[in-house]
């Protein structure tokens, strides 16, 4: 059989392996969800609240293939970051006894580490990464001919980013 990589330059070849790995991602969130939703649930609050949020993942999940797509790399880790938080959220609320609506996300982060080890360093690490400071700026304001600019997409971050 003829490998028709070899005839394909490196930025192709990696825009479809990148492509085929997001298009198996949302199919297996897609598929979770459909199981999940179609598993009969006592009419336990927490336990709704928890689905209907896991229901929206199937959206942050398409909000973060169309930002890499289209190489938008600062939003595509504060979706991914978001992504953590509903998990834990989800995780922590979805047998909660209490307020469960009084739950912070961002307080719910260590209670993945037992279900995702290094979950910790990788939410602090996207945390580092989206938000503003100064030492992040000067990856998306640029002076090219004396003139400022800020860039909203670059392939090569994205790419590391991911």
């Known amino acids: 059989m003829l490998n028709i990589s070899l005839f394909l330059d ?80 989800i995780f922590t609320i979805h047998n909660y006894q209490g307020d469960f609506f009084q739950v912070n996300p961002t307080s719910c982060i260590s209670n993945l580490k037992n279900l995702i080890p290094g979950i910790g360093k990788v939410y602090g690490q996207l945390s580092e990464r989206t938000h503003i400071k100064p030492n992040t700026t000067k990856e998306y304001i640029k002076i090219l001919e004396n003139d400022l600019g800020v860039v909203l997409r670059d392939r090569n971050q994205t790419i590391r980013n991911t």
């Open 10 to 89: 490196q930025d192709y070849q990696i825009e479809a392996k990148f492509i085929e790995v997001l298009h198996s991602i949302k199919q297996a969130v897609g598929k979770q969800i459909e199981y999940y939703t179609s598993i009969d649930k006592p009419d336990i609050p927490s336990l709704f609240a928890s689905s209907a949020a896991y229901y929206r993942l199937k959206n942050t999940f398409k909000a973060v293939i169309l930002c890499l797509r289209t190489d938008l790399y600062f939003e595509t880790l504060a979706l991914e970051r978001m992504i953590i938080e509903q998990l834990a959220w």
